[in-house]
């Protein structure tokens, strides 16, 4: 059972926070890879909200189970494009931030697959996910519930 309801004791800040959402939903990181990335962050902070409501916004968006199912091991998966690997390292690198550094090389990379401003609305994405995921996992929102928008396809 969720703690408190984040949007309704914080709606200015749940409403900066759909203006950020916003704005990525208009950027030239194709829907698609967002909601790759917003997986994989979720997945590697452990957020069942974010998964769930993700997993289920990519499938209606047309992403196919065996990449939902293979994300945790993109690495090794052949279904991943070179663009989407270089958004998950990123997201990953991101996630993790302070485990390690974000390396030159990662940044090289990929600056290869992602203009000046895509890699910003990149980053913009990945700590958006990783503020929400902070949020639905302190305050425990219930996992399940989630169902995506009728015109999500």
Same mark, same amino acid.
């Given at each position: 059972m969720a703690r408190i309801d984040f949007a309704k004791v914080a709606g200015d800040g749940t409403r900066a926070m759909y203006g950020l959402e916003k704005y990525l939903s208009q950027s030239a990181i194709e829907k698609p890879l967002r909601e790759l990335v917003?997986? $994989?962050a979720s997945q590697i902070n452990g957020c069942a909200y974010c998964i769930d409501m993700h997993s289920k916004d990519a $499938?209606?968006?047309?992403?196919?189970?065996?990449?939902l199912y293979g994300l945790d091991a993109w690495r090794e998966a052949p279904y991943y494009t070179e663009r989407e690997r270089a958004a998950l390292a990123w997201t990953e690198a991101l996630t993790l931030i302070a485990e390690e550094e974000v390396s030159d090389e990662l940044y090289e990379e990929a600056r290869r697959h992602f203009s000046e401003r895509e890699l910003a609305?990149?980053?913009?994405?990945?700590?958006?996910?990783?503020?929400?995921?902070?949020?639905?996992?302190?305050?425990?929102q219930d996992a399940g519930t989630y169902q995506p928008p009728a015109h999500a396809k």
């Open positions: 917003k997986m $994989r $499938r209606a968006a047309g992403e196919t189970e065996q990449r609305d990149l980053t913009l994405a990945v700590a958006t996910i990783n503020a929400w995921n902070r949020i639905a996992i302190s305050l425990r």
